[in-house]
């Protein structure tokens, strides 16, 4: 009897301790389970075995000594557990286990765009998921009132499923309007409390309260959202350890900090394109109301640039008046004077200027003034270089402060070197130099830039075509250093790049009065519009040179704006202007006697003539520039008016002629390394012997004139060439490369704004079949 009861305690121990072990019911189960097996070690093991196998019995003394370690390890846990919950009752504890936070607000209502952040968050935890990698953390930055906290939020309750362990948020106030940020000990009681445990028997120090943050979320699945961090300091006593959370946090910072040392991904938000940020404010006022005023809805969206703050501004200011029509406010807000003051819902959130002034009072006071420096600035972005002359730093103090700008998302770098600010904040920059810099400072600091774009771009036009006749330039501003450009190349690359700025510059230089510098800006340019094709924006500065000039009150300057305006509108075949501005040029240098100014003159007057089809006047006037360079000893002119007589000869059908004056501008300019006129001249040879039934000699001449042009970045000219090359080859019947070349040709011209020439070669094409 004693035996078989020995087998069935046994054999009950064994198997019932898998039971007992999974519902870890550890202390009621050790004293009953402890007992049944010593008693079966105190019988007849012998019978035991015989009677239940070797198996249970093996099996009950390996589940006895495994009781052993969890005995061992119930009671270190009880001797650790003072240390870090004080005496907590069981009750207590069991309820810190059960506790699930939901911090989680609602999701944004009125949310558009965003797809490919909302994705980007996806796949990293999809990834990370995946691998069984460490904690995922997402650093959403951005500037204030791009929509940080609203794409966490979506994506938060998107993906609600993923945490069922809760959620914990705080807001950390790096940015606020009031007070200071939140300590990381205020942070981390809060989780705490949240996690459910109690407030009077939290450890006293910071350290502590931190590991028991982390351990109680170790191996939970969760997701903690760190919105509005200052700086990684803030951050990173917040980082869980345990793989199974998620961390999200938003900032008006780029936290890169996070990303080297934690494998953090950052998600920087742009503003919204604008179809999002339509949808965006359809989402607002209905689709219906933007219907119905079509044109008033273009400029609210161009006004607010894609902020979704502004645009939720304009919302709100709708909604509280809905009788009065979005023109009305389309209106208020197109005026630059008054357009920052109408983003202004009548409440702190809603009010763009608080908003952009959190990040703002965050800044260094040197980078506080640089940021209001670059909002004066002219042209939509700004390089390195300039901004150090703006400011009168060296560039390595120019840099740090940039980057700072750039790291709290005040200005951003969509090409590399070049920075930009969001154009409200640019306003906003404006209105803050405005206040705390006096007016000698800001125009000191615009002088030293402008003159910076001016002399960087003399270099330029000096590189460019050093066979032009100069302008008298006065030396640079105290403080302002020119680049030293070394080639045409890095010339050609540094006017595309800065070619808006330049533009900006100029006409900011003639509203402040600096007068002499808008004029010569407009010349420093005049090479690089015409041979890249800038043709709108060549007669544009000329027509801001020519008021300058009048005001600087100089003859030659005067008659050097009317010459150069008339170039412009001439190669923009606005004959009638042309001829209308070069008479005028050169009525007023022969009223001052200037022989130089009456070369130039009657040079463009040439090829203005010969525009509007009057062969005979065109070669008049280039025998009379001919002779004047002549007498004025400037023999690189002297080439260019061979060529012209001779282009002109050949026109009105003096062969001959042409062809010896041409051949002898040929080696002149050869000569003088004259290149743009060397290649005018040798598509002047195309020219006759196209017309002379030398096929070949044109082909030869017209090839090797547009390899010029090419190596010139001389877009206009190249062409011209390509268009008579075509011409050859349709004339010889070669139909194919006829139309390869007019192809290329009607891209340049029209990509160029010359659509008549463009329409013209487009006919010849159509008439090849």
């Known amino acids: 009897m004693w035996s078989r009861l020995a087998v069935l305690v046994v054999a009950a121990g064994a198997f019932w301790l898998t039971y007992v072990v999974a519902k870890a019911w550890l202390d009621e189960a050790l004293a009953w389970i402890d007992g049944h097996l010593q008693f079966a070690l105190s019988r007849d093991v012998t019978e035991a075995i015989r009677q239940a196998g070797a198996v249970s019995v093996a099996a009950s003394i390996g589940g006895w000594l495994l009781l052993q370690g969890f005995r061992r390890i119930k009671v270190a846990e009880a001797e650790f557990a003072p240390a870090r919950t004080g005496d907590a009752s069981p009750a207590v504890e069991s309820a810190q286990r059960r506790t699930i936070p939901r911090q989680l607000p609602s999701a944004p209502q009125r949310f558009a765009g965003r797809s490919a952040e909302l994705a980007m968050l996806t796949d990293a935890l999809d990834h990370a998921t995946r691998a069984g990698m460490t904690v995922v953390i997402s650093a959403i930055g951005g500037a204030g009132g791009i929509g940080k906290t ?30 200071e940020p939140m300590s990381v000990a205020e942070a981390v009681r809060g989780f705490l409390y949240a996690l ?62 996070l990303a080297t040392q934690h494998g953090a991904q950052l998600v920087d938000l742009a503003p919204l394109s604008e179809p999002e940020a339509r949808q965006l404010l359809a989402n607002h006022l209905g689709e219906e109301r933007l219907r119905a005023e079509p044109e008033a809805v273009a400029v609210l969206l161009a006004m607010c640039g894609g902020l979704p703050l502004a645009l939720s501004i304009v919302a709100a200011r709708v909604i509280a008046h809905p009788a009065l029509p979005l023109s009305g406010l389309a209106d208020e807000l197109a005026d630059l004077r008054t357009r920052l003051e109408g983003f202004d819902a009548g409440e702190i959130p809603l009010h763009l200027e608080s908003v952009f002034s959190w990040s703002y009072q965050a800044l260094t006071d040197p980078a506080a003034e640089m940021f209001g420096l670059i909002g004066l600035a002219p042209g939509p972005d700004i390089s390195l270089p300039a901004a150090a002359e703006l400011a009168g730093l060296p560039p390595a103090r120019a840099r740090l402060l940039l980057r700072e700008l750039e790291t709290a998302h005040l200005v951003e770098q969509q090409v590399a070197g070049r920075h930009r600010m969001h154009d409200l904040l640019r306003l906003y920059a404006t209105k803050q130099a405005r206040e705390n810099l006096s007016d000698s400072n800001r125009e000191e600091a615009l002088r030293r830039v ?52 330049l533009m900006a510059a100029q006409q900011l230089a003639a509203e402040l009065g600096m007068h002499d510098l808008a004029w010569q800006l407009a010349w420093c340019l005049d090479t690089f519009h015409y041979r890249r094709g800038h043709l709108r924006e060549w007669r544009a500065v000329w027509q801001t040179g020519l008021e300058s000039a009048r005001q600087v009150g100089d003859p030659a300057v005067i008659s050097l ?11 923009l075949d606005d004959h009638e202007e042309a001829l209308a501005q070069l008479t005028r040029s050169l009525q007023v240098a022969q009223d001052a006697g200037d ?45 260019a008016m ?33 290149r743009v006129g060397e290649a005018n001249t040798l598509a002047s040879l195309g020219y006759v012997a196209q017309h002379t039934g030398r096929p070949d000699d044109a082909l030869t001449h ?64 159509d008439d090849l079949g």
Request: glycine share 8%; hydrophobic share 40%.
């Open 595 to 639: 022989l130089s100014a009456q070369a130039h003159a009657h040079r463009i007057l040439t090829w203005a003539n010969g525009r509007a089809g009057k062969d005979q006047a065109a070669h008049r006037h280039a025998t009379k520039a001919l002779q004047l360079y002549r007498e004025l000893g400037l023999r690189v002119r002297e080439a």
């Open 702 to 765: 017209y090839h090797a004139a547009l390899a010029l042009f090419r190596g010139l970045n001389s877009v206009y000219y190249q062409a011209n060439a390509l268009d008579r090359l075509g011409q050859v080859h349709a004339a010889a019947g070669r139909a194919d490369q006829a139309r390869e070349v007019w192809a290329q040709a009607i891209r340049l011209y029209r990509g160029k704004g010359r659509p008549v020439d463009a329409d013209r070669v487009q006919k010849q094409l």
């Open 642 to 674: 061979l060529n012209a007589v001779g282009w002109f000869e050949a026109r009105l059908g003096d062969y001959a002629q042409a062809q010896a004056h041409c051949e002898a501008a040929l080696a002149l300019c050869r000569q003088h390394d004259y």
């Open 150 to 179: 609203s794409l966490a939020l979506r994506w938060a309750r998107q993906h609600l499923d993923r945490f069922p362990d809760g959620q914990l948020l705080v807001d950390l106030r790096g940015f606020a309007p009031t007070g």
């Open 561 to 571: 704006a009317h010459r150069l305006l008339g170039d412009a509108n001439l190669n």
């Open 450 to 501: 402008i003159d910076f774009y001016r002399h960087t771009a003399h270099r330029a036009e000096r590189l460019l075509d050093p066979h032009r006749h100069p302008v008298g330039i006065d030396a640079p501003a105290p403080g302002c250093h020119p680049l030293p450009l070394a080639d045409p190349a890095e010339a050609v690359a540094w006017l595309e790049a800065e070619h808006a700025n």
């Open 196 to 257: 459910g445990e109690d407030p009077t028997k939290l450890p006293p120090d910071l350290d502590t309260q931190i590991g028991l943050y982390r351990s109680l979320v170790e191996d939970r699945r969760m997701l903690i959202v760190l919105d509005n961090a200052r700086d990684p300091a803030q951050v990173v006593p917040l980082l869980p350890g345990g793989p199974r959370c998620t961390v999200l946090i938003t900032s008006r910072r780029r936290l890169a900090g």
